[in-house]
């Protein structure tokens, strides 16, 4: 799984728009073939709401009243807002999200803190550190 997730990183890392649609293929590659049923490691928090398959790396802090799946992918030290809904959705290691947050269909890349309240994305890699929803890295590939 982790050579999958790093494959995916570099196609991150050395974006080309011609790499947009490849990187969605993977995303929902890697999904099917490595999120078949639920994997819940190290987690704090409270137990989130669960719509299998969902992995959950360790040492995760998932926050109050969080709905993940079906298809999440969660790296190691990620932190989950409360509120916040994930599908379909790859968060690389090292990612803080904030609350009232929905993802479908999305990426973050590693070591990304995107620390805003009230935002919904679909189809999108998210990286880099944010405040303010106009300062978020988003690369859309629909």
Do not use: H, W
Not at 7 to 28: A, P, V, W
Not at 39 to 52: K, M, Q, S
Not at 73 to 95: A, H, K, Q, R, W
């Amino acid at each position: 799984m982790n050579e999958k997730l790093m494959e995916i990183n570099k196609l991150i890392k050395n974006l080309e728009k011609d790499n947009y649609k490849l990187i969605k293929k993977s995303l929902e590659k890697f999904l099917k073939d490595n999120v078949s049923q639920n994997e819940i490691n190290d987690f704090d928090g409270d137990y989130p709401t669960i719509i299998e398959p969902v992995y959950v790396g360790k040492n995760v802090v998932i926050r109050d009243d969080v709905l993940l799946g079906p298809n999440v992918y969660i790296g190691e030290n990620c932190e989950i807002g409360e509120y916040s809904e994930l599908s379909n959705t790859i968060l690389m290691d090292n990612v803080k999200i904030g609350s009232i947050i929905k993802l479908d269909n999305c990426i973050v890349a590693e070591d990304s803190e995107l620390d805003i309240t009230n935002l919904s994305l679909k189809n999108c890699i998210l990286m880099g550190n944010s405040t303010k929803k106009e300062e978020i890295t988003k690369i859309s590939f629909d």
